[in-house]
């Protein structure tokens, strides 16, 4: 049990931008009158966001052993989030083994729906690794591994040709995936983190309310826009080094191009319930996403 005037909930990656998974979990059990400890990578404007929200913050690198062991101190049950990297490995084991010393009862941890031991993205192996050795813990820990995220649409579907070109360059094919928005999958987190016992030892796919081909989002895109949208289906290849022209760095590139490989066979095709019977309201949708963002979607004005 956590001690009587403690805080209550650790938040690892509270400061995260894609996705703002940690942010909104962070943001969502204030909201709920809970105490919680924001553990960020550095106290910027958006620690001092959720500091003014009434959070606790604690600045430093999760590899740092003995950082982590005193920032679990009084915690019960903590959300972990850790960017894709090729440090997630270190990151996750210095995690697990200040957890059990510290005598945390539940984990959450953000993995993604292409974990898997055999998967073509080392980054994607890489998180299949990161839950073993949270299980090997002996913590009680649920893992949620969610699709692609609507943010995504901000970010590497390259809004700039949307609002320019009316195109939308992805390489993935006809296959078809549920976007969910960052806020969704940090509801699901939520509904566990406050009730860890029928989740303990649970793996769960949080998915966005239907399964869509890219063809089929570009027509939301134009529906929601009224202006023609279409989905063009790059080699994938091309968008590698595209992403690499951008600075992307060469493992989240590499991931990229292997899970448009595997998204064009099915691999994210999949649509569940999780986020409204964890989360306890339905996933947004992508009209009321392209409507609420609307204005990074629209053609620059003279």
């Not at 940690?22 to 059990?29: A, P």
């Not at 960017?83 to 539940?106: H, I, N, Y």
């Not at 995936?177 to 030892?201: F, M, Q």
């Not at 570009?218 to 600075?247: C, K, M, Y």
Request: overall charge negative.
């Amino acid at each position: 049990m956590t001690a009587s005037g403690s805080t209550e909930f650790l938040i690892v990656g509270a400061g995260g931008s894609h996705g703002a998974t940690g942010n909104h979990v962070t943001r969502q059990l204030l909201a709920k009158g809970l105490r919680v400890r924001a553990f960020v990578r550095h106290d910027d404007e958006r620690a001092a966001a959720l500091k003014a929200l009434g959070a606790q913050i604690v600045a430093g690198d999760v590899r740092d052993f003995s950082t982590v062991l005193a920032a679990l101190e009084g915690v019960g049950d903590a959300y972990f989030t850790y960017p894709l990297d090729a440090s997630l490995l270190e990151a996750t084991t210095t995690f697990a083994a200040a957890s059990k010393q510290a005598g945390l009862q539940s984990i959450v941890n953000m993995s993604q729906l292409t974990a898997r031991s055999d998967h073509a993205s080392p980054a994607a192996r890489g998180h299949w690794l990161a839950e073993r050795v949270l299980d090997w813990s002996g913590i009680g820990v649920t893992h949620i591994r969610p699709p692609y995220f609507l943010e995504n649409l901000l970010t590497i579907a390259n809004p700039a040709a949307i609002r320019t070109e009316g195109k939308i360059y992805l390489p993935y094919g006809q296959g078809r995936h549920a976007p969910i928005a960052g806020e969704d999958l940090a509801r699901v987190a939520v509904g566990v983190l406050i009730n860890p016992g029928p989740h303990s030892g649970r793996t769960y796919a949080p998915t966005g309310p239907v399964s869509l081909s890219m063809a089929e989002q570009a027509d939301t895109f134009s529906r929601v826009l009224d202006r023609p949208i279409q989905h063009v289906d790059i080699p994938v290849e091309n968008w590698g080094q595209a992403l690499s022209q951008g600075r992307v760095p060469p493992l989240l590139v590499e991931h990229l191009c292997r899970v448009a490989e595997a998204h064009k066979h099915g691999e994210q095709d999949i649509a569940t319930d999780v986020v409204e019977t964890i989360g306890g309201s339905p996933p947004k949708t992508l009209e009321a996403f392209v409507r609420d963002n609307r204005t990074a979607f629209e053609p620059t004005a003279p």
